[in-house]
């Protein structure tokens, strides 16, 4: 727990690919592979991207010109699927040229920690795991906007929540920074509120979703570097 919410401190990063560290910090203490973290890690994105497309579906019919965002992540999902359920085979095959040894022999390590998780038990967990902590999230926007007087409803706002956060990770911003504030302010003046309004609740939406969170995160990765990091293996 310690380290999933330390990998927190670098959320800011493209595709969130600084959470990586999680694992870092545990293979100080503990014989984990970075190389089937990866693997796990690409889960993670995908169970967010899957749970995110589905909150922005509900308002397609809303925001119908948004819906090439929602069709690429569906896409990007079912690619990275079906490739990592086909791509054993050719990673077998580049085992026996001496170049791509090393590397393809770590690439099957992550491919047998995807292949893991994506059966169907811990695929629907992880799965339903991701929806309810984004719809949290997105919860959290609704109860903002309408303390700022913009009345809506659940459906939109989860929507609106859902297009915006997909245009920020299909923008492989840091955070999606910029895209998820331009997309999430567009969409709310579409439901008539004043531009300086819709602003002021999306900055405040992501000092509180982004930076703050990210703040804890560093809180906790110092706490483990004073406290555990004293108890890591001998090696």
Not at 105 to 118: C, G, I, R, S, T
Not at 150 to 156: A, F, K, Q, T
Not at 168 to 187: Q, R, T, Y
Request: a positive charge; proline letters at 3%; hydrophobic letters at 60%.
């Amino acid at each position: 727990l310690v380290a999933f919410v330390a990998s927190i401190a670098l959320t800011a990063t493209p595709g969130k690919a600084g959470e990586l560290i999680k694992f870092v910090l545990l293979r100080s203490r503990f014989s984990i592979s970075l190389t089937k973290g990866s693997g796990i890690l690409l889960i993670e994105r995908l169970g967010d991207l899957f749970a995110v497309s589905a909150l922005a579906i509900g308002g397609l019919t809303l925001f119908i010109d948004l819906s090439s965002y929602v069709l690429a992540s569906v896409i990007v999902v079912g690619a990275v699927v079906v490739l990592a359920t086909k791509s054993r085979v050719m990673l077998v095959r580049a085992q026996a040229i001496p170049k791509l040894r090393a590397l393809s022999l770590k690439l099957m390590n992550m491919l047998d920690a995807v292949q893991l998780l994506l059966r169907p038990l811990p695929l629907v967990i992880g799965g339903s795991l991701a929806l309810t902590a984004w719809s949290c999230e997105a919860l959290a926007f609704h109860f903002l906007i309408a303390r700022l007087g913009i009345h809506c409803s659940l459906l939109i706002s989860f929507s609106i929540y859902g297009l915006s956060t997909l245009a920020g990770a299909l923008s492989m911003l840091p955070g999606g920074i910029g895209g998820v504030e331009v997309v999430m302010v567009f969409l709310l003046t579409r439901l008539a509120t004043p531009a300086s309004v819709a602003t002021v609740a999306v900055v405040i939406f992501r000092l509180c979703t982004l930076w703050l969170f990210s703040l804890i995160g560093v809180i906790f990765l110092f706490a483990w570097m004073v406290f555990l990091t004293k108890r890591r293996r001998p090696n």
